[in-house]
Each structure stands twice: as C-alpha cells, then as structure tokens.
C-alpha cells in the first residue's frame, strides 16, 4: 500500500552538480518485502518508509546496480584489504540505534562536507531512527568494531531475493584501512548467510566519485531503463 506520490521542484543535482535534478516520492508505510523487491526491480529505492525514484528532465545517470552473490569474484584491492583489516570484529545483527552510531555517523557526515562537498547531513539519534530504523520490511546491519571502538555501520534491506544496501559510513580518521568497501565486502558476506542471490547497491552513477566506486564489485548488473531490464556493466 503507498500513499499518492508527489515530486519535487528541480534543483541542482547532488551528484552531477552540473544538471537539474527532480525525485519522485511515495510514502509507504505498509510495503511489504515483496513488493519493494518489484519496485527495486523498477528503478525505486526508499529510507524506512518514505519510497524515491529520479525523475530528471535531462538525464538517466542514476542506474540501480546489484551484484549477483554467485558470480562474485574479490579483485585484488579488496583481498588486501581484507587482509588489511583481520584485526577488527564484525557483527551481523538486527539494525540499532544509540550514541556510538550517531556520533560516527555524524563525524563520518562531517569528513564528506569536508572532502566531497556534500551538503550538511547531521541528525539526532531521533532523526537517525527516523530514518533508517523506521522500517516496514525486515533490515540487517553489518558492525566493524576495533575492540570497544565502533569503526563502521552498513544498514540493509531483506527482501525475498535480495539485501539492500540503505546506507554505510565509517571513522574517516581510519581511512587508510579502506573501511568502505571493507563494510560493503561484508554486506555481500550478509547475503551470503542469508542465501539471497543478490546483493542491491543503490544508484550507480558513472561520473559521481561518491558513487563510482560501486562498479568495482564485480560482475555486477545495472538496470537499463530502456530495455526494462538488467544487463551486465563492462
């Protein structure tokens, strides 16, 4: 069950800052598992319950890109990195909030203001709930803790064929450990235990240096808005 949609004004795009931007919304409190494995299927992504789509005058760059959990293969950057990081601990549990989480989030928000010019993304631990917990269909989370210390956080969707990857961060001051894909490697780890064939990365867009690091997991397929259907990137 959704709610009617509305889109918003256009403005300058978060990614290509170049172009116009314009998202469509859906609130849907009630979706169930199934149902937004077909809209993810279709070019949607969501925060809790709060459904989005691009929606562009101009462009078509946002592609959805999933990774097929079979055919996975780690390249050699990401083998060193795991190597790199066997000293850390990783949990896989149900997603929560508290101070640890938004205090990492919220340095990790600050690095990106600093170093990629995202716009100002802080939250409360109410936000943070909000937002990421908030949820009709079931979420895992992926853990990264050096002893005590929290060091990232990947959040996910579980859907009948599919984890979903809402949102990571991680201490930008251990950047040197490559903690980014190492959560994301993780969340592949997640699908595995799981038995889900897929493993869904959001938005995939070519020229975004936020986003192109997603095409180094491969084999990978993104969606094609023309065909209606998902083809491998080469």
Sequence with gaps: MTLPYFVEEEK???YLPDRASRTLYEYAP?????????????????FGPMMFR????SCRECRPIRIPIESFRLNRSQMRCIRHNEDLTVKYAAPTADTQRIELYNR??????THRGWEE?????????????????????VSVWD???????ALADITPNAISGVYHYHDPDS??????????????ELALRLKKPYAYFGYYVRDCPSLVYK??????EIWDEETRSWRELT
Aim: charged share 20%.
């Design 121 to 141: 993304a802080g939250k409360t631990l109410q936000e943070y709930r909000s937002i990421f917990l908030n949820n009709p269909i079931p979420m895992g989370e």
């Design 54 to 57: 691009p929606e562009c005058p």
């Design 108 to 113: 990790y928000q600050a690095a990106q203001e």
């Design 12 to 14: 300058s795009c978060a």
């Design 175 to 188: 950047r040197a450990r490559g903690l980014g894909t190492f959560v994301m490697l993780h969340c592949l």
């Design 215 to 220: 095409a180094n997991f491969r084999p990978c």
């Design 30 to 46: 009630h979706l169930t598992p199934v149902e937004y494995e077909a809209r993810m299927n279709a070019g949607w992504r969501k």
């Design 147 to 153: 002893g005590d210390a929290l060091l990232a956080v």
